[in-house]
């Protein structure tokens, strides 16, 4: 399996309240995404990181900002937790020699409340 | 812009048929990466092929291939002798790359398969 770990896995907070997601790989890869899914809308692309401190916005990108200091860690943060941002967060990493794969992290549980 | 279609919601198959999830793709990048996951009920997004734009043959992994059709932007994925355990939700997804500089990485909504005994 492909070492990728998210944390924590299941969450549960109150409207207005920042939280952090966290993404740590084991693999070296250079790229890291983080998703939301939703029924009916499959996954989407929040924010993704090409290298060190390099990030750009996905489709979804409003109400909440990434960092990434170093290669083995991706950070999600949600300044201030809104009920519409209950989903479940995926984690992906892609790189290697021949950048043939992407694998994903367990999933996030979020609900705000 | 990069984009990814599944048009089918849903499917039904039977038990050791064989079955086709349809994707088609838009991107204006020759250098790309085609894939397909499966997620099961227990929720995990589980890898299972890929087909890069230059690649000359269409992908194989056990029971899964990718008919690969460039000039239609087309990425189907085929299942052979559909088992009980392929029931699950199927994303196909791209990424433009490798040699972007992003290789941003979007799918599609999915199409959730149930295999009939």
């Known amino acids: 399996d492909a070492g990728i770990t998210q944390s924590p896995r299941h969450k549960v907070t109150e409207t207005g309240t920042p939280v952090t997601l966290r993404c740590h790989q084991t693999?070296?890869?250079?790229?890291m995404y983080w998703y939301r899914q939703d029924p009916g809308h499959g996954l989407r692309l929040i924010h993704y990181s090409y290298g060190v401190k390099d990030t750009d916005k996905g489709e979804v990108s409003d109400g909440y900002s990434v960092s990434r200091s170093k290669t083995e860690d991706f950070l999600l943060t949600l300044e201030s937790a809104t009920s519409s941002q209950t989903s479940v967060y995926f984690c992906a990493i892609s790189g290697g020699e021949l950048n043939t794969e992407a694998f994903f992290g367990q999933g996030t549980r979020l609900t705000v409340v | 812009a990069q984009k990814i279609t599944q048009t089918q919601p849903g499917m039904f198959v039977q038990e050791k048929e064989a079955v086709t999830l349809d994707c088609t793709y838009d991107t204006s990048d020759p250098s790309y990466g085609l894939f397909w996951y499966k997620q099961p009920s227990s929720g995990e997004m589980i890898f299972l092929i890929y087909?890069?734009?230059?690649?000359?043959q269409n992908a194989t992994e056990g029971r899964y291939s990718l008919n690969f059709q460039k000039a239609r932007k087309s990425a189907n994925l085929v299942i052979s002798a559909s088992q009980l355990g392929d029931s699950a939700m199927y994303f196909c997804?791209?990424?433009?790359?490798?040699?972007?500089?992003?290789?941003?990485?979007?799918f599609g909504t999915g199409t959730l398969l149930a295999v009939q005994p």
């Open positions: 087909q890069g734009s230059y690649d000359q």
């Open positions: 693999e070296n890869h250079r790229y």
């Open positions: 997804a791209m990424r433009e790359g490798p040699g972007g500089a992003t290789n941003k990485l979007i």
